[in-house]
């Protein structure tokens, strides 16, 4: 079979000429590759919109496969692997109310490069190549005994991760965990190939009705299996076990039915987050950051980062992605690696990558989100940068973003500094940013490289530092450094607003350190 179709969010038809851009999109790293300790590797984000056809990124013929199942994933998939044990805990927090809590002293928490919390108030951990959980019924740790999922065989180039990156609480008794793998470069045994296009069995891809088409690689298509993101779950033994590498799409149609492509091809039985909207495109490979919707109408959902976009996760099914984009001077699409997630106070979905950020409030449809018509997924702010920073094409390097309860839009970067976003109108690529000074040089110098933010219930913005530590904006806007915090780097920030007091959990180079009431 002889394929023939545009290249995945470019909708380019033209081959791409050395060096090759993924899909007329470059997401090239300002580093090599993702770096895969404490999730800090580098990010990605939303194309603009097409012109209001409602045809998402990426392959521009015919849809791929799949099922044509009516609800467009809405439901909650059961997995087929049974439930996860939550825990015999109470609906209500076990863990102290007092303002500051060292978890780490407390609980005798090892190492720790990322944290979640799940909805029955497990806190899940990642260390390297292993996961673990305090669960909440018996506060004691437990550690998977031996690597699972994508770890199993080792990290490196030549295995399914070269590390893991990120961790995230879903439902009572699961998590999701990220990885990071190579990103994927042009091919000297098909020089005419788009990196990331991946052809099928019995397929003959022809990018250029001018040149033979690209026959299939076995070779190749074992990229499918590298990064992306495992789902693990306590089970009835309360042991850590994957649950399955997810891999189950699901993509509204303009008829009503739900495109899922396929989920076995050759002796690849599980493809991984590949492009809901075309199979064949490899394109999110490594997860850099997550979030999960802890309050409002999509609770439960979980959002993903990766090297090309935001995913977005309900269960075991996923719909992939957005990006935030500008065009070069050859009108190539550029996305960054997604560093900066965050949901805003009214569910909207913040997006921040290397250069651009953007807003988008999604429908109900979990298989709405690759929609690219404005009519579907409303956008408050489709791809833009700060003008008051930097021009366009030079790295913003945005690590967090966050709304504050009184409406204001916070940026943080992790060389830039702190910005307030200010929305002009949404499709103005320029809006309007303002730095967040210091009173002095002191607080100015702390505040350079941010790593995290985090946006409390009490109004507050909590600014976690790559040197300087915790700081907090306060709702009166005035900065105060937080010294109940040990630590002067801080990994990650998550605000969990469903126990009461509320909980904000700040991972450091020293630990674990829970304040609540914020």
């Given amino acids: 079979m002889v394929v023939v179709t545009a290249w995945a969010c470019g909708g380019s038809s033209e081959p791409n000429p050395p060096p090759a851009t993924d899909g007329n999109i470059d997401n090239n790293p300002p580093v090599s590759r993702p770096d895969p300790d404490g999730g800090s590797g580098p990010d990605g984000g939303t194309a603009p919109d097409d012109g209001g056809s409602g045809e998402p990124d990426g392959g521009g013929g015919e849809p791929d496969g799949g ?36 978890f780490t002293a407390r609980y005798g928490l090892s190492r720790v490069q990322a944290m979640g919390v799940d909805a029955a108030h497990n806190i899940w951990l990642l260390d390297g190549d292993r996961i673990g959980v305090l669960r909440a019924d018996t506060q004691q740790v437990v550690w998977t005994r031996s690597p699972i999922g994508q770890a199993q065989g ?53 990018p250029d009705p001018s040149k033979p088409c690209i026959p299939y690689s076995h070779r190749r298509l074992q990229y499918y299996k590298q990064g992306d993101v495992d789902v693990v779950r306590l089970n009835a033994s309360g042991e850590v076990v994957l649950e399955e590498h997810l891999h189950q799409s699901v993509r509204n149609r303009a008829d009503g039915s739900v495109q899922t492509g396929p989920r076995v091809l050759a002796d690849v039985h599980n493809l991984g987050i590949r492009n809901s909207n075309d199979h064949h495109f490899d394109e999110d490979r490594s997860i850099l950051s997550c979030v999960t919707v802890m309050h409002g109408r999509d609770k439960g959902d979980v959002y993903v980062g990766s090297n090309h976009g935001v995913t977005r996760i309900r269960g075991l099914e996923y719909s992939s992605h957005r990006h935030p984009v500008w065009l070069n001077e050859r ?68 690590r967090g973003f966050q709304q504050t309860t009184d409406g204001r839009y916070y940026l943080g970067s992790r060389d830039h500094g702190l910005w307030q976003m200010t929305i002009t109108w949404a499709a103005n690529q320029a809006q309007t940013g303002e730095r967040i000074a210091g009173a002095n040089a002191e607080q100015n110098a702390a505040l350079q490289n941010i790593n ?65 009431g914020n």
Avoid at 86 to 98: L, R
Avoid at 476 to 505: H, I, W
């Fill in 331 to 398: 009108g190539s699409q550029m996305a960054g690696y997604t560093y900066g997630l965050g949901i805003a106070q009214d569910g909207d979905v913040l997006m921040a990558n290397d250069w651009m950020f953007g807003i988008v409030t999604p429908t109900p449809r979990h298989g709405d989100w690759d929609d690219m018509n404005k009519s579907v997924n409303l956008m408050k702010v489709e791809s833009s940068y700060l003008p008051q920073l930097n021009s366009i094409s030079e790295f913003d390097n945005w």
């Fill in 67 to 102: 099922s044509s199942e009516p609800d467009g994933g809405s439901g909650e998939p059961d997995g087929g692997s049974g439930e996860p044990d939550g825990g015999s805990g109470s609906a209500e927090s076990p863990w102290p109310t007092d303002a500051v809590t060292d």
């Fill in 452 to 516: 995290a933010l985090a946006a409390t219930g009490d109004g507050s913005l909590y600014i976690g530092t790559d040197r300087a530590g915790l700081w907090r904006l306060t709702p009166m806007k005035t900065l105060e450094k937080v010294e109940s915090v040990n630590g002067s780097r801080v990994r990650q920030l998550l605000y969990d607003p469903r126990p009461t007091p509320a909980a904000l959990y700040v991972l450091t180079d020293r630990g674990l350190t829970v304040l609540r």
């Fill in 154 to 206: 080792g990290f490196g180039v030549d295995r399914a991760a070269t590390g893991s990156t990120v961790i995230c609480g879903g439902n009572a008794g699961r998590a999701y965990v990220g990885y990071a793998t190579d990103d994927l470069r042009p091919d000297p045994e098909f020089p005419d190939l788009q990196p990331n296009y991946l052809v099928g069995p019995g397929e003959c891809y022809q």
